[in-house]
């Protein structure tokens, strides 16, 4: 890369960011939480679907004092829907040692904040050059992409050599003066204009230094590894109910889903019926024999790496007491309480059919 060529780079992409960014509320503000808060959201996540979120999550928990101070289920609560639920707990779990250790002051460079929960080298740069003006790289799925064509690289993304030469390309190319704005222009090229599916080079800042563009090779970058397909798991799902309540479990924080509440159930083993399935499930997770009674409902959710179908079953309890062998509590909720509980999203299209009672005649 000759020194012409990336200030060439940085000079149109930064003009064009400057006049066509969109106006999002992150980008008004160079405060450190809010920039922080605003990279970890969007991870995985849709600028218009994390929107929303952010501005929520803001109002409630404007400072990372008040974050800090939060209850977890707050936390989760503010989260739901979202997906990725440990980048939750890790913001929560780093806020607290933002306040404990470092008087409420996020660290100043890159280094330093990858030290706390949550925060790897792409977050870290992003926060760096955002907030703090360091000259930082950033490197997400967005700008390898970006990179992959604008180098015409021929080598899969995926492999961690690329990787690495994707981040030393960055590398070269942030320059020292606004790196903040050269990093998000980066990633705005890659979310509007040098999209995965038809990019439109055509509207394109830098189509003049693109290699790919000049090679006719567009369509073939970035080079990716084939994907397997992605499995399928049948779930049973125990509603129990006692006195017009249900009985919940919240999951341990380590893993996924972490810290939100759900019903009992399970993974179908194989060769077991849905009926064995619960009974084995509320046996090894709450101790206790059910009858499992009629199909409350069949909902199928996609996660990144799996599809699930929940079978979820009306149980009555027969003998024991629930204790919690799986979750870190167990307790009777109300429907008419359940939204002050934070359930993966997959239960949110059977929740509302528990609340209507002939469900339970
Ligand atoms: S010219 Fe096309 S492929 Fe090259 S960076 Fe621009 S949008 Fe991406």
Not at 38 to 50: C, F, N, P, Y
Not at 321 to 347: C, I, M, Q
Request: some cysteine; aromatic content about 8%.
């Amino acid at each position: 890369m000759t020194l012409e060529y990336t200030a060439a780079i940085r000079k149109a992409l930064l003009k064009w960011f400057l006049e066509e960014a969109r106006d999002l509320p992150w980008r008004r503000t160079t405060d450190p939480y809010r920039v922080w808060l605003s990279e970890i959201m969007l991870q995985q996540t849709r600028v218009d679907q994390g929107l929303p979120y952010y501005e929520r999550f803001l109002a409630a928990l404007p400072t990372v004092h008040d974050l800090a101070r939060a209850p977890e289920d707050q936390v989760m609560k503010l989260w739901e829907g979202l997906g990725y639920y440990t980048r939750a707990r890790n913001l929560h779990k780093a806020a607290k040692t933002v306040v404990e250790r470092h008087g409420g002051k996020l660290p100043e460079n890159a280094d330093s904040l990858q030290l706390l929960p949550g925060i790897g080298k792409y977050t870290a740069g992003a926060i760096a050059s955002i907030a703090f003006g360091e000259r930082a790289p950033v490197v997400d799925g967005n700008v390898k992409r970006v990179l992959a064509r604008l180098f015409d690289i021929d080598r899969s993304i995926d492999e961690s050599a690329t990787e690495a030469e994707l981040w030393s390309l960055a590398e070269n190319l942030v320059p020292r003066k606004a790196p903040g704005d050269f990093n998000q222009a980066m990633m705005e090229l890659g979310a509007r204009i040098c999209t995965p599916k038809k990019p439109d080079c055509a509207g394109c800042p830098v189509q003049r230094y693109c290699r790919a563009w000049a090679e006719g090779t567009v369509a073939k970058r970035p080079v990716r590894k084939v994907k397997k397909r992605v499995p399928h798991k049948e779930i049973v799902v125990a509603v129990i109910q006692q006195d017009g309540k249900y009985l919940l479990g919240k999951r341990p924080p380590e893993g996924m889903l972490g810290g939100l509440w759900e019903f009992p159930g399970g993974k179908l083993e194989k060769g077991e019926s849905h009926e064995q399935a619960l009974a084995r499930e509320c046996r090894e997770e709450l101790g206790v024999t059910v009858k499992v009674g009629g199909l409350v409902a069949s909902v199928k959710h996609a996660y990144t790496h799996f599809k699930v179908t929940l079978n979820v079953y009306r149980c009555t309890m027969q003998r024991g007491t629930p204790k919690s062998r799986v979750h870190t509590e167990l307790r009777w909720v109300a429907p008419g309480d359940f939204a002050h509980y934070a359930f993966p999203k997959g239960n949110h299209k059977f929740l509302k059919l528990l609340g209507e009672e002939t469900l339970f005649d």
